[in-house]
């Protein structure tokens, strides 16, 4: 079973709207943080929101104020909402799942593209 779900990329126009989900349905040890990264071409990956299981957010800077991440804990399903994109916002998305016990690995989705027109 796939650890990480990943749903809901797309291609949309600058000032638009996009609702990203991730749902960790593969995993069955206790998750902590769960957010998004993302990596444009020549450029590393990079934070953009995570929440904690008690509901702590970090955003980067470059998405505060237009970015929005909420989580299901029941369903441990993350949902980032990307309101005004820009063409900087395009990348491929990547779902983080990071466990309570720091003696496993992060979990990543297989990533989905995220395109902003001009």
């Known amino acids: 079973q796939v650890p990480l779900v990943e749903s809901g990329g797309g291609l949309v126009q600058a000032g638009g709207s996009l609702r990203l989900s991730c749902a960790a349905s593969?995993?069955?040890?206790?998750?902590?943080?769960m957010g998004w990264y993302r990596q444009a071409p020549g450029k590393q990956r990079e934070l953009v929101a995570a929440?904690?299981?008690?509901?702590?957010?970090n955003y980067a800077d470059s998405v505060k104020g237009r970015f929005t991440i909420s989580r299901d804990n029941a369903k441990n399903t993350v949902y980032p909402q990307m309101n005004s994109l820009k063409p900087e916002d395009t990348a491929v998305y990547y779902c983080?799942?990071?466990?309570?016990?720091?003696?496993?690995?992060?979990?990543w989705g297989q990533g989905t593209q995220v395109t902003v027109s001009s």
């Open positions: 929440i904690t299981s008690g509901g702590s957010t």
């Open positions: 593969g995993i069955i040890i206790r998750i902590n943080a």
């Open positions: 983080n799942a990071q466990p309570a016990n720091s003696r496993y690995s992060d979990y």
